[in-house]
């Protein structure tokens, strides 16, 4: 069955950097764009952008280009969202997912979140 | 850039229809998605492409895009369905996916 696994939370400090992992198993890991989204506490969702682990092309949304860097490691199926500069508004669940395709397909499977926390 | 509206929040009695809009700029022009969110948990896709239904969601889902309004309807409300619901679309001209606001759906 498919399955993204992520790694558990993490407590950062103002202007540190974190970098969250996906493990993917259940299906062809380079076959599927990853994308990345957070929710604050209480909030909505906020799409941060997607990765091809094929070609390992990216596309970022606005507000975090400049901070944010996806990679992968396709020898071990996993994906990895790097938010950098972190600060106190960074504090959320971060969430990655599939897409059903390339990146503009819907998500059909999503990992379990990982808190991210950012204090002082 | 483009929005996506839903209301904040619908409140339904079990066994009745609830329905969740999503409005956008032309919204037919677009494919829309849906996620169902309940509290601790992960976004879970409900309907996809305006109107399809992943493997294991139950027909009580369906949904709808036309004009400037998405919709989003589950008949037969059941106390198990109170969640959160986001409508999804990717935005072409600026290569961005984009999710309405939320709607917490409250059985009654």
């Known amino acids: 069955q498919v399955q993204l696994v992520q790694s558990g939370a993490e407590v950062k400090k103002p202007g540190a950097s974190v970098k969250v992992s996906c493990k993917a198993s259940?299906?062809?890991?380079?076959?599927?764009?990853i994308i990345w989204v957070r929710q604050a506490t209480g909030q909505g969702l906020e799409w941060m952008g997607w990765?091809?682990?094929?070609?390992?092309?990216?596309g970022y949304a606005q507000k975090f280009q400049g901070r944010v860097t996806m990679t992968r490691n396709t020898s071990i199926s996993t994906a990895y969202m790097e938010l950098s500069s972190l600060r106190s508004e960074d504090t959320a669940v971060y969430y990655c997912?599939?897409?059903?395709?390339?990146?503009?397909?819907?998500?059909?499977?999503w990992g379990q979140g990982t808190l991210v926390t950012v204090s002082s | 850039s483009y929005v996506l509206t839903q209301p904040p929040s619908v409140s339904v009695a079990p066994g009745q229809t609830a329905r969740i809009t999503c409005g956008g700029d032309n919204i037919r022009t677009k494919t829309v998605h849906w996620y169902q969110q309940k509290p601790g948990q992960a976004p879970m896709l409900v309907v996809y492409d305006d109107s399809d239904r992943p493997s294991g969601i139950p027909e009580r889902f369906s949904g709808s895009n036309s004009g400037n309004t998405a919709s989003l309807t589950i008949s037969r409300v059941e106390a198990g369905d109170e969640a959160d619901y986001y409508c999804q679309i990717w935005d072409g001209i600026v290569d961005h996916v984009i999710f309405g606001g939320g709607t917490k759906l409250t059985v009654l």
């Open positions: 990765m091809s682990p094929n070609s390992g092309a990216t």
């Open positions: 997912a599939r897409a059903d395709g390339d990146h503009n397909r819907p998500f059909d499977y």
């Open positions: 259940g299906y062809t890991f380079t076959n599927y764009d």
